[in-house]
């Protein structure tokens, strides 16, 4: 399958014609393209363009192309953009885009979604304090941003108007028209968050000239940066305004062509700033300062007392989400263990210091507070948080959101589940039937009953002349386990470790390799490598393999190593990424009662 063809453009101020009539000259020469992202003013500078780009809205004039604009201000942005908010068909929580007419999309606030198998990030509006209704962006569409920077995986696009702070290099870009006064720093909070995100490209607008900067190395990812500045379209300098990429989404891409850096990388112009901000003295620090906001994003909900007090006091971000600040007992903010406690456990940050989360059903995280697991006898201690979290967990027996369709057989403690979206036909999850993080630290009884199905399993495949990989990735924000069961051809059994090994390789470590007599003793001695403070990735292979790996705190690890690996092994680049798998609950009901019927004579909860 070959890459999404992607047209960039910066601010098109309402020059929908001559916008268009460029897309499709280009689309019919180097084309076909698959959509156009407009970044900057997208909306007229005056009112004589306004007819014009209503032909668009109304109807009177084609779209070529499909379109998304965060650019929302402008002569008739407010009237056009509160019709489309009160649509009935843009009601509910979308970040996909509010329709405006055919082909064209306003990406509203701030988001996440999936483009042409991209993982694409936007910030709409630009910085103001004057609480326009569109046009700029809020502290709550920057939070989410932050929410989503912490979700495993690579974003492949981020979207903003404004400029970073200290984007340029001035002495590799002499061209950069002189008459443009140091522009390139217009928006501090759109440098924090490209930080903080590390897109594969940062598109931005509102500046009137072309720039493309030479890749830049980010801190803690093994990925480059690449920004591109956009002209508005139809400008008199001739500023290019409409710009082509062909990026291959990094869910398909293997770890070595993620890490791979051009000749001509730098690193990363963001450093300097940082450490700028880190050396001044703190007492001329509000709790509004740029400097700050990098480390801790979220006001104390007056609803958490437990948390801060009601006086506007901010929890330390650094300190909750990774138990140390670099900032020590010079921080002005909270160092609080509870809610470094109830991070650990998965709790949603916007849940814990707003009281409420933004980011709707899309929020992998927890929305209710936590007690903590027995890690020796995987039994919960006292208090009702496990009632709530199940209700909110996607894998909980109890819970209204579960899947239910997709399970396939039930036991006392364990239920086994077709993958959604899964790798190959087949694709099993073995899960807890309580809301336990992981299955290593579960007590003997569990682990008798895991032994088992994975034997019933193992027999099952093996009727089929195929071999099965069991893995699991712990994190310590997991919320609720799951053991993938993977079958392989027999043929591919003898090079699956090396594959496994490759892989470890190039993301810089090496697994720690065992084999056991038996199947399910190797999990005997992973119990004893497990850490439930640290994260944990293991295989078990066939042979009585195990492979483990225990990841450091500043380790880059991709939450789907174990897939890709498998799709890899597979030449099934094309599934790494499970959303691009994704069938109908029609064909999963189907797929779902097919194996029940070919795992009857296997299944040990018959």
Not at 251 to 279: H, W
Not at 436 to 447: D, K, M, Q, R
Not at 527 to 553: G, W
């Amino acid at each position: 399958m070959s890459p999404p063809r992607i047209l960039l453009c910066g601010d098109v101020l309402g020059r929908l014609n001559q916008l268009y009539k460029r897309v499709v000259s280009v689309n019919k020469s180097a084309g076909p393209f698959d959509a156009l992202l407009c970044v900057g003013q997208f909306f007229p500078d005056s009112t004589e363009q306004l007819d014009e780009f209503m032909d668009y809205v109304e109807g009177r004039s084609v779209i070529p192309l499909s379109t998304y604009f965060i650019g929302d201000y402008g002569v008739g942005a407010a009237k056009v953009l509160l019709a489309s908010s009160r649509d009935s068909g843009n009601q509910g929580f979308k970040m996909d885009g509010l329709k405006i007419c055919a082909n064209l999309h306003w990406l509203k606030g701030s988001g996440k979604f999936t483009l042409q198998g991209l993982s694409l990030t936007y910030l709409s509006g630009r910085r103001s304090s004057d609480g326009l209704q569109f046009g700029t962006y809020t502290q709550d569409d920057v939070d989410v941003l932050r929410a989503i920077a912490e979700e495993p995986g690579v974003i492949d696009l981020f979207l903003t108007n404004e400029w970073p702070t200290g984007v340029t290099n001035r002495a590799a870009t002499p061209d950069i028209p002189p008459g443009v006064s140091d522009p390139f720093g217009s928006d501090s909070t759109v440098s924090e968050l490209v930080v903080e995100i590390k897109p594969r490209y940062h598109i931005a607008g509102t500046k009137g000239v072309f720039y493309a900067r030479e890749p830049y190395s980010n801190v803690d990812a093994v990925h480059v940066t690449r920004f591109l500045g956009l002209g508005s379209v139809g400008n008199k300098e001739k500023q290019k305004f409409i710009h082509a990429i062909s990026p291959i989404p990094s869910s398909t891409m293997s770890a070595a062509e993620i890490s791979m850096k051009p000749p001509n990388t730098t690193l990363s112009p963001y450093t300097l700033t940082e450490r700028k901000a880190e050396a001044s003295d703190s007492a001329k620090r509000s709790s509004n300062s740029v400097s700050e906001s990098q480390y801790w994003r979220y006001d104390v909900s007056q609803k958490r007392q437990k948390y801060g007090t009601a006086d506007g006091n901010k929890l330390c971000f650094k300190f909750t989400s990774s138990g140390s600040c670099p900032r020590g007992e010079k921080c002005n903010f909270h160092h609080d263990m509870d809610a470094r406690e109830q991070s650990q456990r998965g709790v949603c940050f916007d849940f814990l210091n707003k009281g409420k989360c933004e980011r709707g059903p899309d929020c992998s995280f927890k929305h209710s507070l936590q007690n903590e697991v027995d890690s020796q006898s995987g039994k919960r201690r006292s208090g009702n948080a496990g009632t709530n979290r199940s209700k909110e967990c996607w894998f909980c027996l109890s819970s209204p959101n579960i899947e239910s369709h997709l399970i396939v057989s039930v036991g006392e403690s364990f239920y086994c589940a077709l993958a959604k979206g899964h790798l190959v036909p087949d694709h099993i999850l073995i899960v807890p039937v309580e809301h336990f993080p992981n299955t290593l630290s579960l007590g003997p009884e569990f682990e008798t009953e895991i032994n088992r199905l994975q034997n019933c399993l193992r027999k099952y495949f093996k009727s089929q002349g195929k071999e099965v990989v069991f893995f699991e990735w712990v994190s310590k924000r997991s919320t609720h386990a799951n053991l993938q069961a993977v079958p392989i051809p027999t043929s591919r059994s003898h090079v699956v470790q090396n594959i496994f090994d490759m892989a470890a390789e190039k993301l810089g470590f090496k697994f720690v390799a065992s084999k056991s007599d038996a199947p399910g003793e190797g999990r005997k001695s992973l119990r004893t490598q497990f850490d439930s403070n640290r994260s944990f990735f293991y295989a078990e292979l066939p042979e009585c393999v195990t492979l483990s790996h225990v990841i450091e705190e500043t380790e880059i690890f991709p939450a789907q190593f174990g897939r890709e690996v498998l799709a890899g092994l597979l030449n099934m680049a094309d599934k790494a990424d499970w959303r691009n798998c994704t069938h109908s609950k029609e064909e999963e009901t189907k797929m779902a009662e097919e194996f029940k019927i070919r795992f009857e004579n296997f299944d040990p909860n018959k």
